[in-house]
């Protein structure tokens, strides 16, 4: 199969925030179940990174648009969890990151999020990326499981046609068969040739989707393995969804990886990062 060659293409500017060199985390639960929760993870893990001394970014959605079933717990919604989101970053000092679904919500959320995510299953959504990127935010485009990693060169072109070059790129797995996804490691190393930060979503990587019937699967024990390659081959950041009892969680309960561990992994991920970049 014939691809377009990407390497002679000029690197453009960069989000100041993460174009400079050091691996950077972004994480926190799936989805806002209640406040308290949210505010206690986002606490320890600011902690943790800040020992560790990476860059720190909490993530949660309002909403989880994308169920498997219409029974599936969503989230508190666009006004309550905005609201959450607002009192994290102003009391704990921190960036927050969250999904949209559509153009109106990134404009509202873009009040409150200082990056704004678009979900894979809508990275080809060209209104929606068009009104992300125009917010001035950065944004964070998810490569989706239907995509090889140099289409992405056409999504990135919508979002730089707005001026915004604060552009993020997430891998997260590609659909392999029924209710399966698996990481091509080469596709790290295909998306840093557009000039972006690259980051690899660990935790839905080892996702087995619509796997557990009325919901994703996954396999959990999976989670470090595929960091830890993502990191040596180049992935710039990190991403992963962590709760305090993963057993209990709301959504995506076989793939959020347990808070209590979250040190350990983030310390090896940064040795392999400098080894990697030494």
């Known amino acids: 199969m014939k691809t377009r060659k990407r390497s002679s293409r000029k690197s453009p500017r960069a989000s100041t925030r993460f174009s400079s060199p050091g691996l950077f985390f972004i994480g926190g639960p799936c989805v806002i ?24 970014v909490f993530k949660a959605s309002y909403d989880k648009a994308n169920r498997t079933s219409s029974k599936s717990f969503r989230g508190p919604g666009i006004v309550k969890g905005l609201s959450v989101l607002a009192k994290i970053k102003k009391q704990l000092g921190i960036q927050v990151i969250t999904d949209v679904h559509s ?20 990275c080809r959504q060209t209104d929606l990326v068009l009104a992300a990127a125009r917010t001035g935010r950065t944004i964070n485009i998810k490569k989706g499981q239907f995509l090889s990693p140099f289409e992405m ?13 604060d552009i993020l790129l997430t891998e997260r797995g590609f659909s392999f068969g029924y209710n399966n996804l698996v ?9 840093r040739k557009f000039g972006y930060p690259v980051i690899i979503d660990a935790t839905h990587s080892a996702q087995r989707p619509g796997g557990a019937g009325d ?13 830890k390659a993502a990191v040596a ?10 709760h305090p ?3 209990k969680a709301l959504s995506d309960r076989d ?6 561990k979250i040190a350990r992994l983030l310390y090896e991920l940064k040795k392999i990062y400098i080894a990697a970049n030494s």
């Open 33 to 56: 179940e209640d406040a308290a929760m949210a505010f206690k993870t986002a606490e320890a893990l600011r902690e943790i990174c800040s020992h560790l001394n990476i860059p720190y």
């Open 103 to 122: 153009p109106d919500e990134a404009v509202i959320a873009a009040k409150a999020a200082d990056i704004l995510q678009i979900p894979a299953f809508l």
């Open 153 to 165: 060169g056409n999504i990135i072109s919508k979002a730089e046609s707005t001026g915004n070059r």
């Open 183 to 191: 990481v091509d490691m080469k596709s790290i190393a295909y998306m």
């Open 215 to 227: 919901r994703s699967g996954g396999d959990r024990e999976y989670i470090p393995a595929i960091a």
């Open 233 to 242: 081959a180049g992935a710039s950041g990190v991403f992963m969804e962590v």
């Open 245 to 247: 009892n993963p057993q």
């Open 255 to 260: 793939t959020q990886y347990p808070l209590d």
